[in-house]
């Protein structure tokens, strides 16, 4: 089974970069046709999906978050980053890290809480 979890800062300035990365256990991020994405849920509000980057490394992102949103991986160490750009108090957000096969399951991982604050 597939278990992800995300690490990274629980407080950041505004106009700074938030950086938060997921690792993956019991399966690799290079294996075809699974997806890995970045989903946030603000205080109150739903799920927004951020972006994504395929098994090739191809991304895609948001529209309203794609200027200032990038996502990479690193196959040697099974991992797959999130960075967003001068982020503002509405960027507060319970981050996830997700992962699913074409048509399959979405695995979750346990979510971590980013406040945005000076």
């Known amino acids: 089974q597939l278990q992800l979890q995300e690490s990274g800062p629980g407080l950041v300035k505004p106009s700074q970069t938030l950086s938060l990365t997921c690792t993956v256990s019991g399966g690799s991020i290079a294996t075809k046709n699974y997806y890995w994405s970045w989903i946030r849920q603000p205080p109150g509000k739903g799920l927004e999906w951020m972006g994504v980057i395929h098994d090739s490394g191809t991304t895609y992102y948001s529209p309203s978050l794609k200027s200032r949103t990038s996502i990479s991986r690193d196959t040697s160490k099974n991992q797959f980053t999130l960075q967003l750009f001068s982020v503002t108090p509405e960027d507060a957000a319970v981050y996830y890290c997700?992962?699913?096969?074409?048509?399959?399951?979405?695995?979750w991982g346990q979510g971590t809480q980013v406040t945005v604050s000076s």
């Open positions: 997700t992962g699913h096969y074409f048509g399959g399951n979405r695995y």
